[in-house]
């Protein structure tokens, strides 16, 4: 297993950006993507994006495309999520969670760290 976690939330006002990083344990993460995921308050948890560990392939949902960003520092452990232009509608609780290879699901996953957005 792989452990998670994520820092970087906060508060923040509509058309503002935030960085949350999430760091994973172990002198290297040779798990084969890190994905981020998001669950609003009364919702069900929402696919934000992902990227392969590897070859730094992005993966986004429509509704952050063109405004958040996924990166990853290999030499770090550690994965990257930047939000900008961000909205109401983006609060949330987020999270890193691992994919341990190609075609299987996530399995670890982070504690979260909550993202409000201001109108």
């Known amino acids: 297993q792989v452990q998670l976690v994520e820092s970087g939330g906060g508060l923040v006002q509509a058309g503002g950006s935030l960085r949350l990083s999430c760091a994973a344990s172990?002198?290297?993460?040779?798990?084969?993507?890190m994905g981020w995921f998001r669950q609003a308050s009364g919702k069900e948890r929402e696919f934000v994006g992902s990227?392969?560990?590897?070859?730094?392939?992005?993966y986004y949902a429509d509704s952050v495309k063109g405004r958040f960003t996924i990166s990853r520092d290999k030499a770090k452990n550690t994965g990257y999520l930047q939000m900008n232009s961000l909205k109401p509608e983006d609060t949330a609780v987020y999270y890193c969670?691992?994919?341990?290879?190609?075609?299987?699901?996530?399995?670890?996953w982070g504690q979260g760290t909550q993202v409000t957005v201001s109108s």
């Open positions: 969670a691992s994919k341990p290879g190609f075609g299987q699901r996530y399995d670890d």
């Open positions: 172990g002198r290297t993460f040779s798990r084969y993507a």
């Open positions: 990227i392969t560990w590897s070859e730094a392939s992005t």
